[in-house]
């Protein structure tokens, strides 16, 4: 990846969404290329100077690729833990996340043991139906206390049609399917129904480094600008 330019990177990324992430992985993948020889880090502080690597990325990298004992905790465990722990429905991220799922490893096998909390929160201790019968597990402070219910609003279901970035995605196609820089014709008509929402997503994408413009005023990927 590392050899191959960022505006084929976005290409491959295609319509997977957020395609900040694809640069940032193909500066990771240049940056391992030329201070790594081409291999990742196995430790989590080497991980997070990584461009586009969080916190959450880096210890499961660690954990899952390299067998350490380190926590790694996504949704799924935060609820598994905010259950059996804590004996709340469910519970936001905070800073004894990691401290709650440290104590809970064992000595060997911490993947083995991460990747199963991971997959009870995802198949049986679940957010909206979770499957109590089915539990393994002995004991659960939640369960035991009647299964009270979260007493937080629900965050509804942020849409996606007419926002900024469907606009920018469908900007994003038009450039991903042309192997020379497009018109400003080219990109207007794929977004008619807000014209400042189109000037607003393109120059966001501008912005962001994704689109370069040329000295012709047309526009391109980035590094396909000339």
Known sequence: MAKTSVAEVLRAWGKLG????????HECATVLARDYDDQVP??????????????????????????QRVPVVDTNVRRVIARVVHGVADS????????DAEALLPVDNGARFSAA???????????????CPLCPLSSC??????????DTPVRPVQKYAGTDRQAR???LDVLRGSSIPVTRAQLDVV???????????????????????????RFALAGEGG
């Open 141 to 150: 402070a939640w369960h035991e206390a009647g299964r009270p219910e979260l």
């Open 42 to 67: 196995d430790d989590v502080e080497t991980l997070l100077t990584l461009p586009g690597v969080g916190a959450y990325t880096a210890r499961a990298i660690a954990c899952f690729g390299y067998g």
């Open 117 to 131: 909390l991971m997959e009870l929160g995802a198949l049986v201790c679940t957010a909206r139906a979770p499957q």
């Open 18 to 25: 957020y395609p900040r992430r694809a640069m940032r992985l």
């Open 169 to 171: 995605g469908r900007l």
């Open 191 to 217: 977004w008619l129904s807000d014209i400042a929402q189109r000037d607003r997503a393109l120059d966001s994408l501008l912005v962001d480094g994704l689109v370069e413009q040329t000295t012709d005023g």
């Open 92 to 99: 936001t991220p905070s800073t004894r996340d990691l401290r």
